[in-house]
């Protein structure tokens, strides 16, 4: 037997017993005629004792070998402490050992396994197995095991199925790239890896399932940015017989289950928010509501007046920032050289400052009298102390630009703090998106998403003016997850990829079985499917969702560990009837 | 709203309520001035009832129109049936309607969708999504997902965690073939998908995780028998600081906890047995317990008495068949024929009757006298009224050739009733497999497996004879699952490795990052891993898992729904450098 108890379960009322521990050596310090060693496990640290002349002879030189992390079993007597160490669920005890066995060595870890540690990411995910013993990625794994227990307790409460689908499926190259599978018995053809499981769960709905769900991998071949992974986990969830409004009240239930359940925070009733006014209001389609300075738009008050930047902008807008009136020129500086950054790409910024003593200065003083400064002081609803910055321009560029300085200044104020949740549905986003490059129109959701019945008639007229009943759950500014109600008409469903710019066969030979599927009886259906690896991340008030995934890739879409993907064999390769192009 | 309540829910309590359904049609009975419909969703069947002068003007006729599997919303009010149908629950109300909405209609469905359904196999491949909607394959899935739920929540409750270990992988081709995908950012380059998560659990129990689990798709490139699938699901776990005493208590527990749970069946401990045992007494490593029939040798007893088959063979060795004395001729010839196949490969059968009234018949009577046939019936136990059939040859050979025939009269004298179950564990298997073709040993279970300490130092001198801390789950002679203890030090692990024939290279090449695991503090630790659909057939007493899997591939490896595998773009092809051989 290796344990009577866990490193993380004795206590003051267990002392006196004799007991088994296992785990590793998380430190041992020698101080000649005693020495201590905190053994660690995933449940705790128990502070094990040796003394010269009392423990059993030998037993100190052995402990005297051991160096970090490596595996012991050791027996001892529970005792109680003299120095306890209250911020130690065990430290009001230590074992006093009678015997040791060495389970085994370990070399010199190659950074220290300590929650700050001092490895970089790179030998970090070459080791992430040591990486791994780490407090704070164990309680990130530990988050997301409650966080997929209690999801799936939740939907099973209400009566969704969990029904898995199958992860070898067939390529359709709309959206992003597919993973692609070489069969060997049917040579020349390929399966693919599910993007997500939209077609099935949809088929499932036709099939009758009425309520499904699954936590589910998804693939996503993809040029990988900072936080993408080509890999990844979606609760993909789909209802029957049901409205929008069915599925917002049974997922905010869900999401406000688990706040509660796992973080024991009530986030309380979802604001809603339409796309139109999410765009005009914070020029993001994600805002992050836990702060305010939302958008005033100056057109009225600003143009006419002389100021050629501002007479040429198809939008002169701003935020009000509460108390920055007393930000110095390098202050200001540091944000007009923010939204000028490439990356966000505004041409300048104009600010007004509403001093605290009720004078009223700004950078553009030569083109605007007081009274007409105040005129927009009065706008914003600024009061004495108040930074009122303005961008002008392109209004879609433009509002994109600014929502970047409203989250920088929400960072600046201290007024994003990641324990804080603010959620929010957004609604009646745009069926389409038209793409200069390719001249075309995209899903803006996807292709089995449905037109609000209200804009059907708009299809043909002017299609870019459609919206669809789709919409995204949105928490301090991060999309967790989007859905919307399906087309379960073959006739629509065909002409939405014919809008596509698929041709009849294209869509036939993709999307024919659940055309064909909706000859036999399809009810009218909806879903969302939420990442579930950023959800577990934003809970616990991360931004990166890396160290939320046990085994993740690098940015080149390596696993430094395992050191994939590698080259295969020749035999693999012939089997498959594939031959790698030689310049590869 | 589509309903206020499902097709399932409805009560002569409820009588009198207003009430809305939406819902499948499964039938409609016209009677002239009554019409019935029965209206189908995933929880029930609800009556609906229409009368001619008492219905809405244009009900009754709009109901005409509707055909089987049309989906429809109804209204109406809740009444008590004159004539009840106890067989259904909502058998004693009918719904009279007073709206009908016709949501969808549907084509007349290629097999009838009823519990015995006239549908072929592929049919109902090709046309999953009806398929679906019978009642014993929506019974098979709500199994499914409950057995998924109940398996979660007891390993949480038993400190397991589950934790996702990654899809794309490395290909080893140890084992099985793996499917692998191309990787396009690295060209040339390959991901595997895992056939199962072995090196990973172990990864989380050296980084220190104590307890894994993981419901989790597994992928085998095999070519396809009868029952296998190249994707499955597998309850995947591991556990540290343990015995295999531990683990099988662990999951004795879980397959109890599941049984009693799910089926409302207590099974009862386990029953143990070495592989040494099961080989010899059933000639199976997974035997069928629940029924007697246990194999006798007679070797002592039958050679050198002049019968040469017997004589010459390695092994003369039979079962009893309690009760089976009269059977006749032809069916003694048609178990002879059985045992002869070409799939079973026996030379002959030799039968001893023991007749019930004391006289003893047997097919070598030429060169056994009655008092050596009586010694037999001795060994065997026999009594009047039994029947002896014994097999002779090579021993492997024949001990696998009396298991099917033993397994056969199971079946003929109805001692395998699948709502029995009797669960076994077999241990001690051996560590190493000798494969004459390739002159090499193979893994048993894989290369991680640990020897038995006593047994290790027969790995230098007769390796074969090495016995592993292996174990298989056996139910009613089906194998759930298996696992092992496995390997936690280097040095062991690359002797193995070595036994195998792996040049030091290869396995560095492929498991170097697990060997080097081993060197930062590796715990001993165990492991099992379940075949989950196969658990879900056996639990609901079924012997194919096709009907236990949403959506299947034929034995072909094609899903036959989406009709893939499929070719893929030449675009597709170029960004993954790759060429598909012309002659493909």
């Given at each position: 037997m290796f344990r009577t108890h866990t490193c993380g379960e004795l206590r003051l009322t267990d002392a006196g017993k004799e007991v088994t521990l296992s785990g590793w050596v998380q430190r041992v310090r020698d101080k000649g005629s005693l020495l201590w060693i905190d053994l660690r496990d995933r449940y705790g640290i128990t502070q094990l004792m040796l003394e010269e002349g009392?423990?059993?002879?030998?037993l100190l030189e052995k402990a005297r070998q051991l160096g970090r992390e490596y595996v012991i079993k050791v027996s001892g007597t529970v005792t109680e402490r003299s120095s306890k160490n209250p911020q130690l669920p065990t430290g009001d005890i230590e074992l006093v050992l009678n015997s040791l066995e060495l389970l085994n060595a370990s070399k010199l870890p190659p950074f220290t396994i300590e929650d700050k540690t001092d490895g970089g990411d790179e030998l970090r995910m070459k080791f992430r197995y040591l990486d791994l013993r780490r407090n704070p990625l164990r309680q990130n794994l530990a988050l997301r095991h409650r966080l997929a227990i209690e999801t799936r307790n939740y939907l099973d409460s209400k009566g969704f199925y969990e029904i898995e689908t199958p992860y070898l499926i067939k390529s359709t190259p709309e959206g992003a790239r597919d993973f692609v599978v070489p069969s060997r018995m049917n040579p020349g053809e390929f399966y693919a890896l599910p993007q997500s499981p939209q077609t099935f769960k949809q088929i499932l709905m036709v099939a009758g399932y009425d309520r499904y769900f699954q936590i589910v991998r998804c693939f996503r071949d993809e040029d990988l940015r900072a936080d993408r992974q080509p890999e990844f986990t979606q609760i993909d969830c789909e209802m029957a017989f049901i409205t929008q409004e069915d599925i917002l009240n049974t997922f905010e239930g869900m999401a406000r289950f688990l706040f509660s359940k796992v973080k024991g925070i009530e986030v309380g009733p979802f604001e809603r928010m339409d796309y139109a006014t999410a765009m005009r209001l914070y020029g993001s389609d994600k805002p992050d509501i836990r702060f305010g300075m939302s958008f005033v738009e100056l057109n009225d008050l600003a143009?006419?007046?002389?100021?050629s930047v501002f007479d040429e902008a198809e939008l002169v807008v701003g935020i009000n920032a509460s108390g920055c009136s007393e930000y110095t020129r390098k202050q200001l500086d540091s944000l007009t050289d923010f939204v000028k950054k490439p990356q966000i790409g505004a041409k300048g910024l104009v600010y007004v400052k509403y001093n605290t003593d009720g004078s009223i200065k700004s950078s553009v003083d030569k083109f605007f009298d007081e009274a007409q400064l105040r005129g927009w002081a009065g706008r914003f609803d600024a009061k004495p102390g108040d930074l009122m910055l303005i961008l002008s321009g392109k209004a879609e560029a433009t509002r994109k630009q600014l929502n970047e300085l409203r989250l920088e200044m929400g960072n600046q104020l201290g007024l994003r703090d990641p324990q804080v949740f603010k959620p929010l549905w957004v609604t009646d986003f745009p069926l389409l998106e038209w793409d200069e490059a390719s001249q075309r129109f995209y899903a803006m959701h996807h292709p089995f998403t449905s037109p609000k019945p209200e804009d059907i008639a708009l299809l043909d007229t002017d299609p870019g003016k459609v919206r669809a009943n789709a919409y995204d759950m949105v928490i301090n500014g991060v999309e967790v997850g989007g859905g919307s109600i399906r087309i379960h008409d073959r006739g629509l469903q065909k002409r939405m990829f014919s809008l596509l710019g698929f041709t009849d066969e294209e869509a036939q030979n993709q999307f024919g079985f659940l055309m064909n599927a909706f000859e036999y009886g399809a009810p009218p259906h909806g879903g969302i499917a939420l990442g579930f690896d950023r959800l577990t991340a934003l809970i616990a008030g991360y931004d990166s969702i890396r160290d939320f995934i046990a085994f993740p890739k690098n940015n080149a879409g390596r696993d430094m560990m395992i050191d994939s993907p590698s080259p295969i064999a020749q035999q693999q390769l012939d089997e498959l009837a594939l031959t790698v192009k030689s310049d590869a």
């Open positions: 009392v423990s059993e002879p030998g143009q006419d007046k002389g100021f």
